[in-house]
């Protein structure tokens, strides 16, 4: 098939969106299909064998890392250059919904990937009204789309309760070949932990809707050390609030394999996640998850089986939940030892044959 790929997201930019169109790209090529990538510019015209159109675009406000795509002639240009069987909109909002609008004129089937939760994000930051009007403007976008793929039950769920039509779920695959429990580094870890503190770590973008705040709770657990990988606009203001933290910046490669496997126990706060690839990579690393009973995390962490819960927003249970943990060591560990377990089986290649037999259902 030939499938056009339209992204909010990509490369340089690293987040959620990037890497799963990443895998996407590397499935269908190398089941033999034809892809092409549409993304906000600057960055690379190709990614390995696969083709970038970049769109002119603009720093987001307040968040110069992700940047908005104009509406432009380069997009409709592509499109018909491309002749398309399926579009593929990754996160479509602005540079989504103007494909959409075009492969609809086409006659070309479209299928939308649910992936952020802006409405979450947007009561998050405090945009009086602005939730609704998100859900509005994401209803209309996808409803111009043949099948709605979302990745959990939580996130399927919502869709369908705000009217949008034609929602699967898709959730995503996790490479248990690159995290994997035999990357963790006795040396690296005395030297992020030279007393032999519990290591506790998140990895993931340093924004304020991933309520990193609550770290603080974690930070202050006696026998602990947190450690914090990766980058965004909270960085600054994290340094300062956790004095004592590790801040180990943008990991890439082999790096983040190292850091997750690494960890004793891997701590993420946001509610807002549509799925958490993240938390998927620490239980592949053999690494239990402590996370908000919430969201797209609710498919991911079995309490008392990988990991534990907490009420969103609670940091005083997440800091019991941790503490307990650290004093526990015999049950932390029996945790640890069925991470890995619970992620058998969600390879990316099962994933992608399932996303490539709704590109087929939708072209029929």
């Not at 593929?88 to 990937?113: N, S």
């Not at 035999?182 to 005395?190: G, S, T, V, W, Y």
Request: charged share 20%; glycine share 10%; proline share 7%.
């Amino acid at each position: 098939m030939r499938v056009a790929i339209v992204t909010e997201s990509f490369l340089p930019q690293v987040n959620g969106v990037t890497g799963s169109v990443l895998k996407v790209c590397e499935h269908l090529r190398s089941e033999g299909h034809e892809a092409l990538v549409v993304a906000p510019g600057p960055g690379p015209s190709r990614h390995g064998s696969v083709p970038v159109v970049r769109i002119a675009s603009a720093p987001l406000p307040g968040y110069a890392e992700q940047r908005v795509a104009y509406p432009s002639w380069r997009l409709a240009q592509a499109l018909r250059d491309f002749r398309p069987d399926v579009v593929h909109l990754a996160a479509p909002t602005v540079l989504g919904a103007q494909a959409a609008t075009l492969a609809r004129r086409a006659g070309v089937p479209a299928v939308a990937v649910y992936q952020t939760d802006l409405p979450g994000y947007a009561a998050r930051y405090g945009w009086r009204g602005a939730s609704q009007a998100v859900w509005r403007w994401l209803r209309r976008v996808h409803e111009m789309a043949a099948r709605t793929l979302a990745p959990s039950r939580h996130a399927c769920a919502e869709l369908v309760a705000h009217g949008f039509p034609d929602v699967s779920r898709w959730p995503r695959g996790v490479d248990v070949q690159r995290f994997h429990p035999r990357f963790r580094d006795e040396e690296f870890r005395r030297d992020l932990a030279p007393r032999g503190e519990l290591l506790v770590g998140y990895v993931g973008r340093l924004a304020r809707e991933k309520e990193l705040d609550l770290l603080r709770e974690v930070h202050g657990v006696p026998g602990v050390r947190l450690v914090v990988a990766g980058d965004g606009p909270q960085r600054a203001h994290l340094q300062r609030v956790l004095p004592r933290a590790r801040f180990l910046g943008m990991v890439h490669g082999a790096q983040v394999a190292r850091v997750f496997a690494s960890l004793d126990l891997f701590v993420h706060t946001g509610r807002h996640e549509t799925f958490c690839q993240t938390a998927q990579e620490a239980l592949a690393s053999g690494v239990p998850v402590v996370a908000p009973a919430a969201g797209g995390l609710l498919d991911i962490v079995d309490p008392g089986v990988n990991g534990e819960f907490f009420t969103p927003g609670d940091g005083a249970q997440l800091q019991r939940v941790v503490g307990h943990l650290r004093q526990d060591t015999g049950a932390r560990l029996e945790l640890a030892g069925r991470a890995r377990t619970s992620v058998a089986g969600r390879d990316w290649t099962s994933v992608g044959h399932d996303l490539v037999a709704t590109y087929r259902a939708v072209s029929v």
